[in-house]
């Protein structure tokens, strides 16, 4: 949203310096009504199916963890990975992500940030791929283009391990944790399902949406730093919207009764 946002900002300030641009974080919580754990166990049942997975347990937590252990195996080849012996869960995925992370960072010939906070290397990663396919300076003969395009679907195909590293964030021992909501359990599941169908679950039923507004960024109080350094500015700016939508999001927790699975 950031690096959009000045994208847009600069494109505005060309044609009238005295315009600006605002940000403004929204914070949504969805929370279903009603019991969801059937629509939840159908839902595994058709992943374990999928991944070979037999699951003797009926603990939904349980069956959550088995199949995330699958789909770890299987990435963790796909990658030419291998984890040390003893590792835990957490280090598995961990160590996973940093390997797809680095992959895509060769292919965009993008060096990734020391921050140990995977989604600020994320987020490098992404705007690189979208600096590229995005770019407008890269000739004028109709043999230029074409080689642009081809190369851009090239890059293009790295949204993909993008995507996958932004659904292993979640998938963590204490995310899955002995508290965990449904809507939380949902929200793994989803990821599970985005991963192996290749498309986006749909809701499990009946939800209540909690909507928050924050403060609005003004933008152009950041362009001096945005022309300096774009990617500190773009970090700053996307650290404070981060900061105002989860404590938005912590807001919501006292507004509604968690149902917890098993």
């Not at 839902?43 to 199949?67: F, M, P, Q, W, Y």
């Not at 598995?92 to 895509?104: G, K, N, P």
């Amino acid at each position: 949203a950031a690096q959009l946002s000045f994208w847009a900002l600069s494109d505005i300030l060309k044609e009238n310096e005295d315009e600006t641009l605002h940000i403004v974080p929204l914070a949504v919580k969805y929370t279903y009504e009603n019991d969801i754990s059937g629509a939840l166990s159908s839902a595994l049942t058709d992943l374990e199916h999928k991944l070979g997975v037999k699951c003797t347990t009926t603990s939904l937590r349980e069956r959550v963890r088995i199949v995330a252990e699958k789909l770890l195996d299987i990435l963790e080849k796909e990658y030419r990975h291998q984890s040390p012996d003893g590792a835990t869960m957490n280090e598995r995925v961990d160590s996973l992500r940093q390997v797809i992370l680095q992959h895509a960072a060769k292919q965009l010939d993008v060096e990734l940030p020391t921050s140990q906070r995977q989604l600020e290397q994320v987020r490098v990663v992404r705007n690189a791929i979208d600096d590229y396919i995005y770019d407008t300076e890269h000739g004028d003969s109709q043999y230029e283009k074409k080689v642009h395009d081809e190369m851009s679907r090239t890059v293009a195909s790295c949204y993909k391990d993008i995507g996958r590293v932004v659904n292993f964030i979640a998938i963590y021992d204490g995310y899955l944790s002995e508290h965990m909501t449904q809507e939380r359990c949902a929200d793994i599941i989803d990821r599970l399902e985005t991963e192996v169908n290749g498309r986006e679950a749909e809701p499990r039923g009946p939800r209540r949406i909690y909507i928050r507004v924050g403060d609005p960024i003004d933008l152009k109080s950041h362009m001096d730093a945005y022309r300096a350094n774009k990617r500190k500015a773009v970090a700053t700016v996307t650290d404070e919207i981060f900061s105002q939508i989860s404590s938005m999001l912590e807001a919501t927790e006292t507004e509604r009764q968690p149902v917890f699975v098993k």
